[in-house]
Structure formats: C-alpha cells, structure tokens
C-alpha cells in the first residue's frame, strides 16, 4: 500500500510532513487499518481509470497533504470521506497542470491564433457567479435542516460536491448500501425542491415590493 513519503507522478502542491501533530497521528491510526487502505485504493483506482500504479501515488500525495496540519487535516467527517476529498483535489490539480502543458505545447508547435479559453461577457460572468452563490447558500441551508437527520443524504450532498458522483463510489466512501445512496439521493431532492420553491416565492414577493416601491416613489416625484 501506499507510503505516504513516496511520490511519483501524482504530485501535490508544496506541503509540510509532520506525522507527529495531533490530526497526523489520528490520521496515520485509521490508515493504518486494512480495511480503511482497502477503501482507499478502491477509491483512488477509481479515479485515476484503473491505473493501481497511479492510485498508489495518488493516495501517497493525498496523505502528504492530510499529514500537514497547515494544508487538509483531517478534522471532521470519516477519515476515508476526507481522503477522498483529498485525493480529487490531488487528482484534478494534476490532470489541470497536465492539461496546461499540453495545451503549451500544441499552441507551440502549431503557432496559430487560437484562443485557449474565451471570457464570457462581463454581464454573462456576473449572472453565473450570482446563480452560483445561490445554489451555494441553498445547498448550506439544505444541510442545515437535514444534515442530523439524514446523515447519510448529508455525506451523499458533500461527495457530489466533491465530483464524486458515481453511487457506488459513494456507498463504498460512506460505507453504506447503493440502494442507501439512492434513497438518501431522493432525500436530498425532495427537500431541496422545497427549498428551492421557498427560496423562489421570497424572491418573488420581494421583486413585487420593490416594483411597488420604485412606482410609488415614480409617482410622488411627478410635478
């Protein structure tokens, strides 16, 4: 299994070893149990496409990392939900750099005027990054109502966050049935449509007074 010193191709950004804090030494405990290096690898030869050479340094990087307290200890959840937030990160860190130099390459040899990435209209951008800090606040609200309730929904929510959206996988992180998955998936639908129906009908009355209101004060500015 994966030594946490050792790194080969899956590299992570700039971290400091110390197996001796507190978060390092609980994290080393659960790693060090079978069962737990078991779910590890089958997570991380998940994502790196089969590859057990590259799902062995996969998790050595994600371990580097969860060994310094400065960069992701782990503090909360299940160890294995931790690395595999971990290891994604590691892994989309990697496949980005890895998509970057490519693309260097390609606009070097072929010396064209292609464009990498086109920026979207200012108005465009400022619409997405609304859209998207209301679906965050929503998803925060959703956890907040159900989270101790449905803990297992709770779990399903942040790995979907975290790209990891494959049921099984899921099950095999969380440690529970794909049937559990898809029930707690269902959970987190029914109450985030209520959410969401809830968050829409404020709006709209919202949207309703300030229309009122800037009528109102049309009218009384009238000569």
């Avoid at 939900?81 to 390609?106: C, G, L, P, Q, Y």
């Avoid at 975290?162 to 440690?175: F, L, R, S, V």
């Avoid at 998955?181 to 009908?201: F, N, S």
């Amino acid at each position: 299994m994966a030594d946490p010193g050792r790194r080969r191709g899956v590299i992570p950004s700039p971290s400091v070893f110390d197996p001796k804090a507190p978060s390092s030494l609980l994290a080393l405990a659960e790693f060090a149990k079978a069962s737990v290096r078991k779910i590890l690898f089958k997570i991380a030869t998940w994502s790196t496409g089969g590859s057990e050479a590259d799902a062995e340094d996969l998790i050595a990087g994600a371990m580097l990392l969860v060994l310094d307290p400065a960069m992701n200890p782990w503090v909360r959840g299940t160890f294995p939900t931790h690395m595999s937030f971990v290891m994604r990160h590691v892994w989309n860190e990697e496949m980005r750099r890895a998509r970057v130099k490519r693309e260097i390459i390609d606009e070097d040899v072929t010396n064209d005027l292609r464009t990498l990435s086109k920026e979207p209209a200012a108005d465009e951008e400022l619409h997405r990054r609304r859209s998207l800090a209301v679906l965050r606040m929503l998803g925060e609200q959703l956890i907040r109502e159900i989270g101790a309730k449905f803990p297992v929904a709770k779990q399903v929510y942040e790995l979907g966050a975290a790209d990891i959206e494959d049921a099984e996988e899921q099950a095999a992180i969380i440690g529970c049935t794909v049937e559990e998955v898809h029930e707690a998936r269902r959970t987190l639908k029914h109450h985030a449509k209520r959410i969401r129906d809830e968050y829409d009908l404020a709006e709209e009355r919202r949207m309703k007074e300030l229309r009122e209101k800037v009528s109102k004060n049309g009218k009384e500015t009238k000569p």
